[in-house]
């Protein structure tokens, strides 16, 4: 991994394994956990299975992206009885695409993503994003959603990333510059020996690790060795990984330790804040290390990709149902969002809209012939076992109007859980549920979980400043205030480009929390121009090309449908985290209620284990209602997720 750059090296290995893959095994890279081709069992015809209880009635809280799959691939299986309710009075939950369109249509304006925004499809190098073996790349390819390379720091996909350390002054001498790093290839070094030194630490502790998991990934012996490299570091967080001595030979006789990246306190601190992957990792110093090594290691940082949203190369819309209104009603005529199709919102909205080709329908359709198919403004408060076996779903209906907020509920057979566990905590109470059903365990996992702080300030971008500044970066990597800085253009259609000014991550978003939207924009543009007129190679400022009138600001843990961006996990609790991944396979048998989402997942602020889990809810629930499954799947063909020692 390049410092500050999109990590290819895991999808170039051109490695087979040591040994056979087992029966529907991913191939690598893919996430570690669950070595599974979910892809493969979901593009068959007819999807995972056929319902043989197609009446089983089946409530899913969360119409975000892992409600959204659930519920759709439900509907593929023959499940007719689904009820979405949705807090909000939209789709799509942290895949939040900002569209700033105007009734003028000769002045349509580049999308913000104030959510998540960089995709891995998993795909090798040579091959397509869609052509991954992933779900992300198998629902981008059948809603034709228009991607590109995401303009990361330090790819070629920007004309260079300008770095900003230490006011300028690295090395602490010199006037203060501004670093250039263009790496039009994706061969070049960051510049300066200091940051070669650090790069090249990171790259021979990353390279050994993948090249040697690469041979064992989806054959037998891959669990074992997971479980090992678990147990070697599940208690350690990212910064003892930084400091912990490195290893020049791997030992096949301990499978699990490849040291450490062996940087002293200046490198550490360098390291700190230029990063990885994607930017500064400093706010991710002090989880486990494990969830940066899973980002690293296994392609969540690899050919990273920038979703358009369903339209064609020149940003023209697709023909796509409903794009043309502002608002659809649900299935009690309350009015939500509708689709605009563009930017990673499009795959949330094409999931509920486009037609199901097996059925000739969408999810939208069939949800909404229905009166309690799809509710939105619905806020979930309670969740009660009742003795006859169902769920009773309490909520408060049109909660946003104080004035016709009615408190309803409904009685199901299973229930899908899909939100933030902190909504859980703190906004819903659940009953009747035995021990033996909701283990304690289970309860402080979501109880105990970590959700990260984090801030976004979009704002519109003059396209003269791409075109007529060539010599200025378009990506800025800094341990000011502001952090990480993207400009980037989508295409010439749009009125204008879009510049993230500011993206930060735990500590360093909660700094900035006491700020209004208005003095945080302010700031922002402020210490850029400060920066860049600081800086001797540079001098000039970069207000003048931004729109100040239209800046948008998403801070996620004050956001009331989310309170938090990803859920994170500190050393020591990796087990618990993948305690609350078990559940489905374990106990939603006997509770009837399932767990989908990042929130029991161990991959924070991704997509794809959003749709794992969207999935695997979907495979336990086909299990338990008896369906049959499709293309010779059974359950004996899908991995357990493995929990060695909670103390060890």
Known sequence: MTIGSTHNHPADLDIEPTSAALPWAARFPNPPDLCFDYRRLVEQQGGVAQATRPEHRICIIGAGITGLTVARELLRCGFSRITLIERAQRIGGRHLTVVNNSNDPTHITAPFEMGAMRMPFFN??????????????????????HLSDFPNPGTPWVNATGIYLREGQLEGEGEPKLLIWKNPEGHTPPPTDVLQSIHGKWQRFAERFAEQVARVYGTEGWETMWSAIVERYHKMSFRDLVHLSAQDVWDPAVPGDFGGLGMDADESAIFYAIGIGDGSWGAFYDVCCLYPLRTAIFGFSSHLQLVHGRVNEDGVPLAAPYRNVDTLADSRGLHFQAPAYQGLAAMDESLLFMDIEELGTSLYKQCVTREDGL??????????????????????????????????????????????????ETGMRLEGFT????????????????????????????KAFLDRNPHMPQILVTDSFIHDVYAYRYNDSYANDCILLSYTWEDDATKLAVFTDSELVDKCVKELDRILLRCTNIGEPISPYIDTRNIRVQRWMTDRNALGCAKLYRPGTYYDAVGLMKYNRDTAGISGLYLAGESFSVDAGWTEPCLRTAIDTVINLCRETAAHFNGGFTLAHYPHYQVRSQAG
Not at 440 to 455: F, V, Y
């Open 375 to 424: 509710l939105t403004d619905s806020s979930v408060v309670g969740l009660s076992k009742l003795a006859a076996g169902q769920i009773r779903v309490d909520y408060r209906w049109h909660h946003s109007n104080p004035v016709k907020v009615r408190q309803l509920s409904e009685v199901f057979d299973s229930v899908v859980l899909t939100t933030p566990s902190w909504l859980i």
């Open 124 to 145: 090798r190098t040579g091959e397509p994003p869609k052509a991954g073996r992933s779900l992300m790349a198998y629902y981008a390819n059948l809603f034709n959603l």
């Open 435 to 462: 021990r033996q059903m909701l283990p304690q365990t289970i309860i402080d996992g979501w109880r105990h979980a970590h959700w990260e702080t984090s801030c976004k300030v979009y704002a519109p971008l003059h």
